[in-house]
């Protein structure tokens, strides 16, 4: 199926921000709805963003409103994930995965059963 490769992750303080990237390999990446998901240490995988195949609707974890902002350009086969004010608890592995057969409203009750390397965020206090 789809190869996805996350990328753009790294150390910033508390406050700061940090854009996310997720390639896309697969040939049906543009009909298919993308999502955000983070891991911490010890901690359930959690959604945080999701992104309708066209790009024409989003949705948000609450934790992220008004801070995350999820985007896609089918063109590069690339979606994003623009991480601002960030904060302590922000810290984990972020992944991004898709389904074409999820609508993205959908995605925050979801389970993958793959998922790629992912990209490590710390936000340090």
């Known amino acids: 199926q789809v190869q996805l490769v996350e990328s753009g992750g790294g150390l910033v303080q508390a406050g700061g921000s940090l854009r996310l990237s997720c390639a896309a390999s697969?040939?049906?990446?543009?009909?298919?709805?993308m999502g955000w998901f983070r891991q911490a240490p010890g901690k359930e995988r959690e959604f945080v963003a999701a992104i309708s195949w066209n790009g024409g609707s989003t949705g948000y974890a609450d934790s992220v409103k008004g801070r995350f902002t999820i985007s896609r350009d089918n063109a590069k086969n690339t979606v994003y994930l623009q991480m601002n004010s960030l904060k302590p608890e922000d810290t984990a592995v972020y992944y991004c995965?898709?389904?074409?057969?999820?609508?993205?409203?959908?995605?925050?009750?979801?389970?993958?059963?793959?998922w790629g390397q992912g990209t490590q965020v710390t936000v340090s206090s």
């Open positions: 697969g040939r049906t990446f543009s009909s298919s709805a």
């Open positions: 995965n898709g389904d074409r057969r999820v609508r993205y409203s959908d995605y925050a009750n979801s389970n993958f059963g793959s």
